[in-house]
């Protein structure tokens, strides 16, 4: 895909949407910016795996990443890894 984008007067630029849903980009999204033969090279970091935690009372809780978590993707996960006779960390 070829954009044009503009900088404003504070550096900032706006990835067009097209480029953020492809990516899977949001809010808060975190790139490694590299300058490659007079080019700028922005790449996303991966975020950050979500953890579930034991509390003191054995209660399994998400660690705060800070990113998007799927919730029912990890409650199937759990439950299949019960299922198997082993719990999930």
């Given at each position: ?8 007067g ?7 949407s097209a480029?953020?849903?492809k ?6 999204s975190?790139f490694?910016?590299?300058?490659v033969a007079?080019r700028i090279?922005?790449t996303?970091e991966a975020e950050p795996e979500a953890e579930l935690?034991?509390?003191a009372s ?6 705060p ?14 439950r299949?890894?019960r299922?198997?006779g082993?719990?999930?960390?």
């Amino acid at each position: 895909m070829n954009a044009a984008i503009t900088m404003d007067g504070a550096g900032r630029i706006v990835l067009p949407s097209a480029v953020r849903r492809k990516l899977n980009l949001s809010a808060g999204s975190r790139f490694r910016l590299d300058i490659v033969a007079e080019r700028i090279e922005l790449t996303p970091e991966a975020e950050p795996e979500a953890e579930l935690g034991l509390t003191a009372s054995r209660r399994r809780v998400l660690k705060p990443t800070g990113g998007a978590f799927d919730a029912a993707a990890a409650t199937r996960d759990e439950r299949a890894a019960r299922a198997r006779g082993r719990p999930k960390r």
